[in-house]
């Protein structure tokens, strides 16, 4: 994972860096017939750092935290070799983050503090490319015979 955003009004800033690793059991009717497709659960693992701030007060994580959990998702079928996976995980995340002030072109520092807490850790949209011999969607003809 990786993400960068700032559009200097007033410091709108963004800024995460991170991975995870995961776990997944596949279940349903879709995922019977068809590999890495329909309902899956799983358990993952992950650190990040991060720095948000939208023009007031700011959070940053300089040194590496991290996280465990667990996640539902749903990989739905959207071309011949593409899905898409929608994934939520919920888990434990403990690190410690600095809170600052943007004053006069500058981050005042105010507090460091240290974060054990349980929230949606995991929030995900893939695209997946099924690759391989024979690892492909099939999809009905629209329409109807006479």
Request: charged share 20%; net charge positive; glycine share 14%.
């Amino acid at each position: 994972m990786y993400a960068w955003w700032n559009s200097n009004r007033r410091h709108n800033y963004w800024r995460i860096y991170g991975g995870d690793i995961e776990a997944r059991y596949w279940f349903g009717p879709q995922a019977a017939a068809k590999p890495l497709t329909g309902h899956h659960a799983g358990v993952y693992g992950g650190i990040v750092t991060y720095d948000f701030e939208l023009g007031g007060r700011g959070y940053l994580a300089p040194k590496w935290s991290w996280m465990a959990g667990v996640s539902y998702g749903y990989s739905l079928p959207v071309a011949r070799r593409l899905n898409i996976d929608f994934t939520l995980g919920v888990g434990y995340m403990q690190g410690e983050y600095k809170e600052y002030l943007p004053q006069d072109g500058h981050y005042v520092w105010q507090v460091t503090k240290r974060r054990h807490t349980v929230l949606p850790t995991k929030l995900e949209v893939s695209l997946v490319w099924l690759i391989g011999c024979g690892n492909f969607n099939t999809f009905k003809k629209k329409g109807g015979g006479l």
